[in-house]
């Protein structure tokens, strides 16, 4: 029952990120694409946790989430000090 | 709290993140300025991760995952806000102007 449930989730979020490649791809500028790749983060950083839902395995996928919502984090941080010190 | 009271709560604050989620990616989608798309996806995003992380923390109950789960919503309330703000005062100190009504998609 929470199986589907958390299956048909992570499918949702899955439709959500294809819908943000859109923006990634085809956006005027670096910025809405940095924008972009931030929102596709998050949303991968759910995605692992519902993963390790399905999975029955939290215990391991809660340590990669985590790693993934620092290094998302650390990444835009670099990418927007970087193209602000460029000029 | 019974079994059924904590799937049913975890439910509806899961489902809240998926609706967050939506609506920042449609303002993501279509909103005219650089501005006004990351006003959208960075409000949008910081609750919607909330609300999908607590639903979940929730549903995992009180242990040690639980709590890192916690740990990360924190990290994610603190962290998001912040990304946010150093790649909007990036872009205007690169001389990106905000749009006014009356001009051009850019």
């Known amino acids: 029952m929470m199986n589907q449930f958390f299956l048909g989730t992570g499918m949702g979020i899955s439709v959500l990120v294809l819908l943000v490649l859109y923006r990634v791809v085809f956006g005027p500028g670096v910025y809405n694409r940095i924008a972009a790749l931030s929102a596709i983060g998050t949303k991968t950083l759910i995605i692992l946790l519902i993963m390790g839902f399905v ?9 990669i989430s985590m790693v993934y919502a620092l290094l998302n984090f650390i990444g835009c941080v670099a990418v927007a000090k970087y193209l602000e010190m460029e000029s | 709290m019974s079994e059924i009271g904590t799937i049913v709560l975890s ?32 409000k949008g995003d910081t609750l919607a991760v909330l609300l999908c992380l607590i639903g979940l923390a929730i549903y995992e109950g009180i242990s040690l995952t639980g709590l890192k789960i916690v740990f990360i919503a924190v990290f994610m309330a603190l962290a998001q806000p912040t990304a946010t703000h150093a790649i909007s005062r990036a872009a205007l100190r690169r001389g990106i102007q905000p749009w006014t009504k009356g001009e051009d998609k850019k």
């Open chain 1, 55 to 63: 999975f029955q395995r939290v215990e391991m996928f809660v340590d």
């Open chain 2, 11 to 42: 439910v509806i604050f899961i489902l809240g993140g998926i609706f967050f989620f939506a609506t920042a990616t449609i303002g993501l989608l279509r909103f005219p300025d650089f501005f006004s798309r990351l006003h959208a996806t960075g």
